[in-house]
């Protein structure tokens, strides 16, 4: 071993054995993890007052947006010009590919073995394993091209080369078969294999979709951008208004995109630009500084936000006037009735529990575990279904025989996921302070001559 790995293998011992476990945290965990409470509770959902929602006048969500403005801002934006060209292949392409697709079907003609071709030539793998077999399927499962052709073969025949947007099929029918669909309505199913031929954007294709764009990145500098664009047949339009380093329509996330049309001169024409899928020309059209959104744009959130606030207050005024009538001595039941809603008892829960009406929403259930004697209530809690009075029913405590007994056990588990989190949160410091280089490149160019 070597003495970097030894001192290595020291630092990590030094940073695991600094987790240390409290008698207090090893209390606190075995309680929370096996104290239990039935309660009843008054819950007033905003589901209530959500369906039909609060009706608001065009008046009062232009005055929310006005007292909300700082909701909705938006930072600085820009658009781009955008001419793409597709990395799709073109008509010699599909001539060639067309070419080994008709190779393979003649010999097949000749008495070749479909199973046996597919499994070597197949270029869908997923079947190609399985000799080509796709199964059984209902119309209208595969591409419209594939589909029409496979369910017009008759059983044992084998199709001419099919071209679908995935390349060339040659289709092998094994039968069909008459079954039902989920909904039992009868459906006949096909049982085919296919050898799949893709066809691919060659060099020369790809080189003249370059030279394209080469020639029109020139004439939109001299000329202007949609201006070259129609001169020279090209697809070009605007991408409309997005945020640095955000999605970019027809883009996507492009981060030398976003710096080109946030950092350059509007007007400016970029190089050719090349992407997985794509080679493009952009040019940084527009700018807008950071403000607020207009109305019309964000109005659809607004009358959403404002509904919310509405319903709400509407829970909230009903749960403080059950809570006042408690106060003044009425039973919560009754209280609950008078005011439309019910007394509710979900089954016995601990603290990490789903609760029937509550979720697993933390304001109620750490209320109802801070409730100290049966009988005890809450007062309103929100929380984000709505709003509730929460009555202490039962309570299960700790059992401190059973804590003493397992105490160990529980103080190694937490000790154990201390030291995980401990080594964890090093390592990711020790990897954000670091230089890495990536060597692979250098390892392949060596292996070449190995």
């Known amino acids: 071993m070597l003495r970097s790995d030894i001192m290595r293998m020291k630092l990590q011992e030094m940073v695991i054995q600094a987790a240390h476990v409290s008698e207090e945290e090893v209390k606190t965990f075995y309680r929370e993890a096996t104290e239990r409470v039935k309660i009843g509770m008054v819950n007033v959902g905003y589901a209530r007052f959500s369906a039909p929602p609060p009706k608001s006048t065009d008046e009062e969500y232009k005055q929310y947006y006005e007292d909300h403005k700082d909701d909705y801002t ?15 292949p073109g008509r010699a392409d599909w001539e060639r590919s067309y070419g080994q697709a008709k190779a393979i079907y003649d010999s097949l003609a000749g008495g070749a073995d479909f199973k046996a071709l597919a499994k070597d030539l197949s270029e869908d793998v997923g079947s190609a394993l399985d000799s080509g077999n796709l199964g059984w399927f209902p119309p209208g ?3 419209s091209e594939f589909d029409r052709v496979a369910f017009s073969m008759d059983e044992g025949e084998i199709s001419e080369p099919t071209r679908s947007q995935f390349g060339w099929h040659i289709i092998k029918h ?9 909904k039992d309505e009868p459906v006949r199913e096909a049982h085919c294999g296919h050898i799949l031929i893709k066809t691919y954007p060659s060099t020369e294709t790809l080189d003249q979709l370059y030279q394209r764009l080469v020639d029109f990145q020139a004439a939109a500098v001299e000329n202007g951008f949609f201006i070259a664009a129609e001169e020279l047949d090209m697809p070009a339009t605007t991408t409309g ?13 492009n981060a030398a995109a976003s710096n080109f049309a946030f950092d350059s001169k509007i007007g400016t024409i970029s190089e050719v630009q090349e992407s997985e899928a794509a080679f493009y020309v952009l040019e940084a059209a527009k700018r807008e500084p950071a403000g607020y959104a207009e109305y019309d744009k964000v109005k659809d959130g607004v009358r959403m936000a404002l509904q919310k606030e509405k319903v709400q207050v509407l829970c909230r005024d009903t749960a403080n006037a059950i ?10 039941k009754e209280a609950a009735i008078k005011f439309g809603e019910e007394y509710e008892t979900p089954t016995e829960f ?14 109620p259930i750490g209320a109802a575990f801070g409730l100290k004697n049966p009988g005890d209530m809450t007062p309103p809690i929100e929380f984000d279904q709505g709003v509730a009075i929460i009555e202490l029913l039962e309570k299960t405590e700790m059992d401190n025989t059973e804590y003493t007994e397992k105490r160990d056990s529980v103080r190694t588990s937490i000790l154990m996921a201390k030291r995980q989190e401990m080594f964890a949160r090093w390592f990711q410091h020790l990897v954000d302070n670091s230089e890495i280089f990536n060597n692979t490149q250098r390892v392949d160019d060596e292996s070449d001559y190995m």
């Open 174 to 182: 094994y039968g069909y078969r008459d079954t039902v669909d989920r």
């Open 350 to 363: 601990g603290r990490t529990a789903y609760v029937r009406g509550l979720g697993r929403s933390p304001e």
């Open 241 to 253: 208004l997005f945020e640095r380093d955000a999605n970019i329509p027809n883009l996507g996330r």
């Open 141 to 143: 499962r595969m591409v």
């Open 74 to 88: 938006i930072g600085e934006r820009a658009s781009l010009g955008l001419c793409m060209l597709e990395k799709q």
């Open 323 to 332: 809570w006042d009538e408690i106060q003044g001595g009425t039973d919560i």
